[in-house]
């Protein structure tokens, strides 16, 4: 009985694993990844703590088992967090970093805010929040590459 429970607890955090996204914590990297993988770049502005609407998308969209398992092959995953609360605050370097993406990419400052990019950083499409599934938000994602 000890050996079935652990066996499925082993099964089920693999599986937690294997369809967790792969968020990338260096943009320049994400960038060179994308490039030498022929991947775009989905780079998404957060609120992560007080934003309603992007902890809505990232619960429908960013963890559902249908966007990781297209994302896995196709993009490269970059999230561009503003946390507020003293608790989840970003290390210096990468709050830095988000805010000179924000400054090229975002300066109006909408949250949250979704970018398709190629590999050199060239914006091919924006979205915001849409009150989708899912499967329609990718959807729309992939409509911006055929623009």
Same mark, same amino acid.
């Given at each position: 009985?000890?050996?079935?429970?652990?066996?499925?607890?082993?099964?089920?955090?693999?599986?937690?694993?294997?369809?967790?996204?792969?968020?990338?914590?260096?943009?320049?990297?994400?960038?060179?990844?994308?490039?030498?993988?022929?991947?775009?770049?989905?780079?998404?502005?957060?609120?992560?703590?007080?934003?309603?609407?992007?902890?809505?998308? =990232?619960?429908?969209?960013?963890?559902?088992?249908?966007? &990781?398992?297209?994302? !896995?092959?196709?993009? /490269? *995953?970059?999230?561009? $967090?503003?946390?507020?609360?003293?608790?989840?605050?970003?290390?210096?370097?990468?709050?830095?970093?988000?805010?000179?993406?924000?400054?090229?990419?975002?300066? =109006?400052?909408?949250?949250?805010?979704?970018?398709?990019? &190629?590999?050199?950083? !060239?914006?091919?499409? /924006? *979205?915001?929040?849409? $009150?989708?599934?899912?499967?329609?938000?990718?959807?729309?994602?992939?409509?911006?590459?055929?623009?």
């Amino acid at each position: 009985m000890k050996n079935k429970s652990v066996l499925t607890f082993i099964v089920i955090l693999f599986s937690i694993v294997a369809n967790s996204q792969q968020w990338r914590k260096n943009f320049e990297e994400a960038k060179a990844e994308a490039k030498d993988q022929n991947k775009k770049i989905v780079l998404v502005f957060s609120g992560s703590d007080w934003c309603g609407p992007c902890i809505k998308l =990232d619960k429908t969209v960013w963890q559902s088992d249908e966007f &990781n398992k297209y994302a !896995k092959d196709n993009y /490269v *995953l970059y999230r561009a $967090d503003f946390p507020k609360k003293k608790a989840n605050q970003l290390t210096d370097e990468l709050r830095k970093q988000n805010l000179a993406l924000a400054e090229k990419y975002n300066q =109006d400052g909408n949250y949250p805010f979704v970018l398709l990019l &190629n590999g050199d950083g !060239k914006v091919l499409g /924006v *979205l915001g929040y849409l $009150d989708l599934d899912a499967s329609e938000y990718l959807d729309r994602i992939k409509e911006l590459d055929k623009k």
